[in-house]
Nanobody, 113 residues
């Protein structure tokens, strides 16, 4: 069955960096676009970044220039490199596969001094 397992979250100071990973299994990873979303308390889940099967990327305006999404098809893994983190980036970050949709369990990112 499809599984998406996120890792790499944690507590980081403002201005710091984290790299999230999402290990995928149960489907032909290289054929699918992959997505990172985030959900902060009291807000709707929002799309942060996406990467197509040909590695075309798109980003939310709020993270452009700070976050980078990438994929390693040999490892069935999608990454989110997050730099210059701000307190507003605090959220649970989720990996998603579409058509049909599957979600990971999420990983908490907290940006605080």
């Amino acid at each position: 069955q499809v599984q998406l397992v996120e890792s790499g979250g944690g507590l980081v100071q403002p201005g710091g960096s984290l790299r999230l990973s999402c290990a995928a299994s149960g489907f032909p990873f290289s054929f699918y676009s992959m997505y990172w979303y985030r959900e902060a308390p009291g807000t709707e889940r929002e799309l942060v970044a996406s990467i197509s099967r040909s590695s075309i990327t798109n980003y939310a305006d709020s993270v452009k220039g700070r976050f980078t999404i990438s994929r390693d098809n040999a490892k069935n893994t999608v990454y989110l490199q997050m730099n210059s983190l701000k307190p507003d980036d605090t959220a649970v970050y989720y990996c998603k596969k579409s058509s049909p949709d599957y979600w990971g369990q999420g990983t908490q990112v907290t940006v605080s001094s």
